[in-house]
């Protein structure tokens, strides 16, 4: 099974790849251009990730504009990747190792 930090990284991979894929998906695609290009996106991303060599927000623009609503530590707006990554995700993971 998965250990708990694993589990947390794979429950906002999970999610991040939920939203990015629907997100760059075009009405005026034919069903299987975009959509089956973003899911062999992810899927080779998790490849990477199960192999080590990669992981989930590598699929994010480096200038993705991030929000977490709410009142918890980190709601906020965050305006790169770099920031989200640096003041979200890196925090949370050592708390989960």
């Known amino acids: 099974m998965f250990s708990p ?8 991979a999970l999610a991040i790849a939920l939203i990015t894929g629907g997100a760059n998906m075009s009405h005026s695609e034919p069903k299987g251009g975009v959509e089956s290009s973003n899911q062999m996106l992810g899927q080779a991303s998790f490849e990477r990730w199960r192999a080590g060599t990669g992981g989930p927000f590598e699929l994010l623009a480096d200038d993705a504009r991030w929000t977490i609503t709410g009142s918890s530590p980190v709601s906020n707006t965050y305006q790169s990747k770099d920031q989200f990554m640096t003041e979200v995700i890196r925090p949370f993971n050592a708390r989960m190792d």
């Open 5 to 12: 930090g694993t589990f947390a990284q794979l429950t906002v």
